[in-house]
């Protein structure tokens, strides 16, 4: 066990999960998720998913890897179910195609902390130029990727537990600073209330969709992502609570990342959310100005930190993105962590260089922030967004379904049962049961299935 290396102790392991949930996906994605979708409304349905559909197949996939120790692929092999290691193997093509188009956005994020610390805040309205200036985003993207391999080569404990025992904390030390400094302002009120008032009425297919692909690729399921973080876990430590403080934290920093954002915005259109600009603009067109409005200081400040803070975010996700195929080449191929890193480093940064290329703005509107529908499914890293968030789902369906079918409950209680006193006679027994054998397979099912018709056809 030494070798492939432990979390220290169930802090740690919390940290790193989350580290892994809490990104992008969270500061970025979900408050104009949430406009997309009807405001508070969104936030119901998304909060609804997360612990009753979600919660259960993180659940799965932690007792997964720490029973048997092992990559998502070695993982079913290592239950006596060979053929389904394809399903672990899909899961690590997922990670890659993830990295290879989120390391680039995590790239522009840290490329703003540059410029805002240099004052920079007419970047906003340079923002399309600012992308298609390959050379320079392509060296952002590098640095990011080197960062990313660095803790992962130091291993589990002394790299990847470190980084988010430093980073997680931090970051939201830095959320807080801004939510408070965000609420001091002019019209916060109005921001709030556009961002928790609930419009019912857009409710749709659509949306639902959308949140549930948004619940699953925030936190990090369907991939296998924790079965590799759940590999490193003591079986001294309770999975179930364990994966309830993950999910805790990841549904709590997007709601707060929501409450510091929708303030700074309403004071940027002088409390008229009627002409806000959604999407990717929210955060890369819209805030440098409102940075700017706050003075030359303060703006540097809150604006560096801002986008430092995002980064920070997006490394301990990319982290756990690098960490799965890495897991899988040391486990099945003997290979030396460092070789390892290195190769799929280099891998991946080769496959997102479509990504770093294929961008003119309206092109990036339609990656990260189409994920409910194929509005715009021509450009490449949209394409990729899609491809993987179908992905996450079909993975999610069908690590629930071999857990409860193939596997069988009794063993998948079994394991969680090991370092949790009481298990077998509590209700989160009952509702495991419940969620795993019949409400998750019947729902991810039925909405993957919807979704890809809704994207694809
Ligand atoms: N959860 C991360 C985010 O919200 C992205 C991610 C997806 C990380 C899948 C790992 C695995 O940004």
Excluded at 69 to 75: L, Y
Excluded at 245 to 272: C, E, K, N, Q, R
Excluded at 279 to 293: H, M, N
Aim: aromatic share 14%.
């Amino acid at each position: 066990m030494a070798a492939r290396g432990n979390f220290s102790n169930r802090l740690g392991f919390i940290l790193a999960a989350a580290g892994s949930a809490v990104g992008l996906g969270n500061i970025w994605k979900f408050p104009f998720e949430v406009e997309a979708g009807g405001g508070a409304a969104f936030v119901v349905v998304y909060l609804i998913f997360c612990f009753t559909l979600c919660f259960p197949v993180l659940v799965t996939e932690i007792a997964i890897g720490r029973k048997t120790e092992k990559n998502p692929a070695g993982a079913f092999v290592a239950l006596g179910f060979p053929k389904w290691k394809y399903l672990g193997v899909l899961g690590i093509i997922s990670g890659i195609i993830i990295l290879s188009f989120y390391n680039v956005v995590a790239g522009w994020a840290f490329g703003y902390f540059i410029e805002m610390a240099q004052g920079n805040f007419d970047i906003g309205n340079q923002f399309s130029d600012y992308i298609t200036n390959i050379w320079r985003i392509a060296v952002y993207a590098i640095l990011f990727m080197g960062a990313t391999a660095l803790i992962v080569s130091k291993g589990v404990s002394g790299g990847i537990e470190k980084a988010a025992k430093i980073l997680m904390p931090t970051l939201i030390l830095m959320i807080l600073g801004i939510l408070a400094y965000s609420f001091t302002l002019p019209n916060a009120m109005t921001g709030i209330k556009y961002y928790l008032v609930p419009e019912f009425s857009e409710l749709n297919l659509r949306v639902v969709g959308g949140a549930l692909r948004q619940a699953f690729f925030s936190l990090s399921l369907g991939m296998g992502a924790l079965i590799t973080y759940g590999s490193y876990l003591s079986k001294k430590e309770n999975i179930v609570s364990s994966a309830a403080s993950i999910t805790l934290f990841d549904v709590g920093i997007a709601f707060f990342a929501g409450l510091m954002l929708f303030p700074l915005v309403a004071y940027s259109t002088g409390g008229d959310m009627s002409n806000i600009q959604g999407g990717a603009g929210l955060i890369f067109v819209t805030l440098p100005g409102v940075f700017e409005s706050l003075g030359p200081v303060l703006g540097i400040v809150i604006g560096s930190l801002f986008f430092l803070l995002l980064s920070f975010a997006a490394l301990t996700s990319t982290v756990s993105l690098l960490e799965v195929p890495v897991s899988y080449i040391v486990d099945e191929y003997k290979a030396n962590r460092n070789t390892a890193v290195i190769i799929m480093a280099v891998i991946i940064f080769i496959a997102g260089i479509p990504s770093l290329l294929g961008n003119g703005y309206s092109d990036m509107l339609t990656n990260f922030i189409t994920y409910v529908g194929a509005d715009n499914p021509t450009d490449f890293m949209t394409f990729l967004g899609q491809l993987a968030d179908i992905f996450l789902l079909l993975g999610g369906f069908l690590i629930v379904t071999f857990a409860a079918y193939v596997w069988k409950k009794a063993n998948l209680h079994e394991e969680l049962a090991q370092g949790h006193e009481g298990y077998h006679q509590s209700w989160v027994k009952t509702f495991i049961n419940i969620t795993v054998s019949y409400l998750c397979p019947a729902l991810l099912g039925m909405l993957f299935v919807l979704v890809v018709l809704n994207n694809f056809f």
